[in-house]
């Protein structure tokens, strides 16, 4: 090899390292521009973030309303965790990581809050709905003897509120049940109770009338009382004969509406 071929190679060389030079220093003033893009799109997801956590908190919304804003929150923080230029300076292995424990924190929260709303919506709030209750006086008959007894077919009647439970009338009937309730036993456990038949969730005031039996027109004439009254929302697949107390029927899926004492 003579002199100048030694030259061209060595001058090849110093090009090759002049070059690769110059493209080192162009990723240098590259990166900061990209870290600032990164943390710009950073900023804006943990804005939105926040927006979509004060919605979920103040707002009443349905199940599946929550449910889609939970998955979108989900979405956004684990994207946050993984684009956040601290944890690009530290590695992959801490991006995934923050990134899982994100997405199972946000999935647990979210599931807990999605099935709370979700069993909201079944149960009616506590509210007002017996609009009247008590001896419905067409039906009631007394002898002539002394002391008189009740003759015919008496009975009671509760009315409820139709309109304020017409979001459940897909799932939901109405019943009445009412007996006399000597405190000797939780009122929900006291067997051989009066119960209406089944009635649909209409709008309006929905009258459920409750036939007395001889047992309770015999309670009556020893002048027991106070009778217990409640309105039972119940599932649309469940019958009276179902059920002999009120706890029974609540093991079936009924829920009370409302309880009250009364007359007779």
């Not at 684990?78 to 199972?104: E, H, M, N, Q």
């Amino acid at each position: 090899m003579n002199q100048n071929e030694r030259r061209e190679r060595e001058l090849s060389v110093c090009r090759k390292q002049l070059q690769e030079a110059r493209d080192a220093l162009q990723r240098l003033r590259e990166k900061p521009d990209e870290q600032a893009g990164l943390l710009s799109r950073s900023s804006k997801e943990a804005y939105a973030a926040m927006a979509l956590g004060i919605a979920l908190a103040v707002f009443s919304l349905t199940w599946q309303l929550r449910a889609i804003l939970f998955a979108a929150l989900a979405f956004l923080c684990c994207d946050f965790a993984w684009r956040f230029p601290l944890g690009y300076r530290i590695g992959k292995w801490f991006r995934a990581s923050t990134t899982v424990i994100g997405f199972v924190l946000i999935g647990w929260v979210g599931y807990k809050n999605v099935s709370d709303a979700y069993e909201r919506e079944l149960v009616p709030p506590v509210a007002k709905y017996i609009q009247r209750y008590g001896i419905l006086a067409d039906t009631l008959q007394l002898s002539t003897t002394t002391p008189p007894h009740i003759l015919g077919s008496p009975a009671s009647e509760v009315v409820v509120d139709g309109t304020a439970l017409l979001n459940y009338a897909d799932r939901y009937h109405l019943i009445a049940v009412a007996f006399h309730w000597s405190g000797a036993e939780d009122k929900y456990d006291t067997g051989h109770i009066l119960k209406s038949n089944v009635f649909d969730i209409r709008k309006g005031s929905v009258q459920l009338l409750i036939p007395w039996n001889t047992q309770f027109i015999a309670e009556v004439e020893k002048g027991e009382k106070p009778t217990f009254y409640a309105a039972l929302l119940v599932p649309k697949s469940m019958i009276p004969n179902s059920f002999d107390t009120v706890r029974e029927a609540q093991g079936l899926g009924a829920r009370v509406l409302e309880a009250v004492t009364g007359p007779p």
